[in-house]
C-alpha cells in the first residue's frame, strides 16, 4: 500500500502508554479528526476508534495529559506517527 503525505490534528483521549525502543507508543480513542491545510486527512475514517500512535523521538510518559490534540499522519496500513511537538491538552467539556 502507497501512501501519500497526509496530516491529521486529532483529538484523543489517552488510554495506555508504552515505551518501545528510545520513543512511545500511544494507545488511544480518537475523539475527532481535522485535515491539516493542504493535506489529506487518511485518518478521520477512524473517529470512534482506538489506535496506537508512535511519538517521534523521546517523550516523557509523565507529561501526557489524559485528553489530548496531536498531529498526526497515517504511515501505513496500520502505522500512525504523530508529531511529539505538536501535543496540547483539551478541556474536557462540562
Same mark, same amino acid.
Do not use: H
Given at each position: 500500500? &502507497?501512501?501519500v503525505?497526509?496530516?491529521? &490534528?486529532?483529538?484523543?483521549?489517552?488510554?495506555? #502508554?508504552? $515505551?518501545?525502543?528510545?520513543s512511545?507508543? =500511544?494507545?488511544?480513542?480518537? =475523539? @475527532? %479528526?481535522?485535515? #491539516?491545510? @493542504?493535506?489529506?486527512n487518511l /485518518?478521520?475514517?477512524?473517529? @470512534?476508534? !482506538? #489506535? *496506537? +500512535?508512535? +511519538?517521534? @523521538?523521546?517523550?516523557?510518559? %509523565? +507529561? =501526557?495529559?489524559? *485528553?489530548?490534540?496531536? !498531529?498526526? *499522519?497515517?504511515?501505513?496500513?496500520?502505522?500512525l506517527?504523530?508529531? &511529539?511537538? %505538536? /501535543?496540547?491538552? #483539551? $478541556? !474536557?467539556? &462540562?
Amino acid at each position: 500500500m &502507497q501512501i501519500v503525505e497526509n496530516w491529521s &490534528q486529532l483529538e484523543c483521549r489517552l488510554i495506555s #502508554v508504552k $515505551e518501545i525502543e528510545s520513543s512511545l507508543e =500511544l494507545e488511544v480513542e480518537i =475523539l @475527532g %479528526s481535522k485535515p #491539516v491545510e @493542504g493535506y489529506p486527512n487518511l /485518518i478521520s475514517p477512524a473517529t @470512534g476508534s !482506538r #489506535v *496506537r +500512535l508512535r +511519538l517521534n @523521538g523521546p517523550a516523557t510518559k %509523565s +507529561l =501526557l495529559p489524559e *485528553r489530548f490534540s496531536i !498531529r498526526a *499522519r497515517k504511515a501505513g496500513p496500520d502505522k500512525l506517527f504523530a508529531d &511529539q511537538g %505538536s /501535543i496540547t491538552p #483539551v $478541556e !474536557r467539556d &462540562q
